[in-house]
């Protein structure tokens, strides 16, 4: 048993070691022994961009993103780069309703719940799809709240969720609300 913990602890410790190997800017060259360390300047920085040029970088990144990870949440680096450059895009043309649109249904679909809310709040008038995608960002607020009490809050989200579409979801809260 012992046996098998040090092997499985060493390939841990290998696999940490090749995957910080990966990340790393730094080379060493050992015949000279100098170290050059290499600073990458970002090459997609948003506040450097036109809006349609981070418009188009968002879409990109979605792509590679959904192809990338099983399940979308901000905080992988491909899903953050695509609602950031969205996010950009959308608050240097603040009046493009396709930028707004897409940065709601980033929002969204990185479970981003209460950014999801405002932004389809915002845009106003919406698509069938987009309905449906408001809602449940609607619904899972009302959820949240309605975990930490906050019955107030959760009927609110609750009738502005089902102004957006209804839902078995809303309905489920509603009946809990009464």
Do not use: C
């Not at 036109?50 to 990338?68: I, L, P």
């Amino acid at each position: 048993m012992r046996t098998v913990m040090k092997k499985i602890l060493m390939l841990t410790a290998f696999a940490l070691t090749g995957l910080a190997a990966a990340q790393d800017t730094t080379t060493t060259t050992t015949e000279t022994t100098t170290t050059t360390t290499t600073v990458a300047e970002p090459v997609n920085a948003p506040a450097m961009m036109s809006a349609g040029d981070n418009f188009a970088k968002a879409q990109e990144y979605a792509v590679q993103a959904d192809v990338a990870y099983p399940v979308p949440f901000y905080d992988r680096t491909l899903w953050k780069a695509a609602v950031d450059h969205a996010y950009y895009a959308a608050s240097m043309e603040a009046g493009n309703r396709d930028y707004n649109a897409y940065l709601a249904q980033l929002y969204t679909k990185t479970q981003w719940w209460i950014n999801a809310y405002n932004a389809w709040t915002r845009l106003g008038d919406l698509t069938d799809q987009e309905k449906q995608w408001a809602s449940l960002s609607a619904a899972k607020l009302a959820y949240l709240a309605l975990q930490r009490g906050d019955q107030t809050m959760a009927r609110m989200y609750v009738e502005k969720g089902m102004a957006w579409a209804d839902s078995a979801s809303l309905q489920a809260i509603m009946k809990r609300l009464q």
